[in-house]
């Protein structure tokens, strides 16, 4: 409950997140058909990356801060368009200082006749997202433990939509947690498409969620990975992942083309890579 995602926004992490999480949604729209979101682990929105809290840690400046540093590859520039255009949206006078957590960037992708779904249970957080989306009908505040959360709202009545999972992991168990969380939302809603975020530490440790994940009877199910730096026991976060249960068919070979470059940019030496892998075979 301490756990405060302004000291880490717009940091590595957040890219690879909100870059899955914008491909993902770019594609589901494009059908005529009404979706349902749930952010299971929602923060505040947005995020003042020239706050207290972003400018003490200044996370934001090895991430997202060293995308937006030069140009990119038009193929990359091409596919990270609508995550990028948020951002710009968000910041007119051509400065970063805003940096749209999950909650913007799925309000600003979905439709009219989209429904969404905010949990945060941090009370100081969840009342700064209730006031900074109380004008949009689509949405919806829950305050409540995200597995709590994932029983109440699913199955979701548009029966499609995507369930987001961003814990912060301050408390031990969680990505077993998560684990059994995939459970559920599967059972619950076969045909949702799930994408659980984990952090990378020292090696093994995001293996419960993985193996979860892998034996769900989902097709294609994938794990994408984006290290910037060298792990160890007593270390911070060296990079971050993403499992992508009932992905969109394009999403693997997109990402693909994506993460060499986010790689390069935000890795450290030559410790920047990142992979995509099918968890479960494709269809």
């Known amino acids: 409950m301490n756990y405060r995602h302004a000291f880490h926004a717009g940091n ?28 299971a682990h929602a923060g505040i929105g947005r995020y003042d990356l020239k706050g207290a809290e972003a400018f003490k840690t200044g996370e934001w400046k090895d991430g997202i801060g060293k995308i937006l540093a030069e140009p990119l590859p038009e193929d990359v520039r091409a596919l990270l368009a609508v995550y ?6 968000l910041n007119p ?45 689509r949405v919806r505040i829950s305050r409540v433990d995200a597995g709590q959360a994932v029983k109440a709202e699913l199955p979701f009545k548009e029966r499609r939509g995507v369930v987001l999972i961003d814990p912060a992991f301050e408390v031990p168990g969680e990505l077993e947690k998560m684990a059994r969380m995939l459970d559920h939302i599967h059972a619950r809603m076969q045909n949702t498409t799930i994408l659980a975020w984990y952090p990378l530490k020292q090696d093994g440790a995001e293996q419960p969620l993985l193996e979860a994940a892998a034996a769900l009877p989902c097709a294609g199910t994938l794990s994408i990975e984006l290290r910037v730096r060298e792990g160890f026991a007593e270390g911070g976060l060296a990079g971050s992942g993403v499992v992508v249960v009932n992905p969109p068919h394009t999403l693997r070979s997109e990402i693909g083309t994506v993460l060499p470059v986010l790689a390069a940019r935000m890795g450290v030496g030559k410790w920047g890579r990142g992979s995509v892998r099918e968890l479960t075979p494709p269809r």
């Open 12 to 39: 590595h992490a957040d890219v690879l997140k909100h870059v899955v999480l914008a491909r993902v949604l770019g594609y589901l729209v494009q059908k005529d058909k009404p979706l349902a979101v749930l952010d």
């Open 84 to 89: 990028l255009n948020i951002i710009h949206d």
């Open 93 to 137: 006078d051509g400065s970063l200082r805003i940096y749209p957590g999950s909650p913007e960037i799925i309000a600003r992708l979905l439709r009219r006749s989209d429904r969404i779904i905010l949990n945060e249970l941090h009370p100081v957080d969840a009342d700064t997202l209730a006031a900074r989306y109380a004008a949009d009908k």
